[in-house]
């Protein structure tokens, strides 16, 4: 059985930083393309950001150049760097192995 476990989350106020991380139990990790999503009250799931097997990356306009995603295959485990952080990147932020497996997600908060 695949697990994602997302962790790293927290509150921090407008302009900091935090970093999340993604631990993938077993194996499997090093074959799949894995994102980076999250979801606010009252709004839908949305994409941020995506690293391919390759390590190509993708982000959503509203995170490009404030957010940095990252793997490492021999750790199992994914990243995302969060800086400048502003009050509407709250959500609870999941992550995901093939668009197939999901973490538990992990609250993030923004606020002074």
């Known amino acids: 059985q695949v697990r994602l476990v997302e962790s790293g989350g927290g509150l921090v106020q407008p302009g900091g930083s935090l970093r999340l991380s993604c631990a993938v139990s077993g194996s499997i990790f090093r074959g799949y393309a894995m994102g980076w999503y999250r979801q606010a009250p009252a709004k839908e799931r949305e994409m941020i950001a995506t690293?391919?097997?390759?390590?190509?990356?993708n982000y959503a306009d509203s995170v490009k150049g404030r957010f940095t995603i990252s793997r490492d295959n021999a750790k199992n485990t994914g990243y995302l760097q969060m800086n400048s952080l502003k009050p509407e990147d709250t959500a609870v932020y999941y992550c995901n192995l093939g668009s197939r497996w999901w973490g538990q997600g992990t609250q993030v908060t923004v606020s002074s």
């Open positions: 690293i391919t097997i390759d390590q190509n990356t």
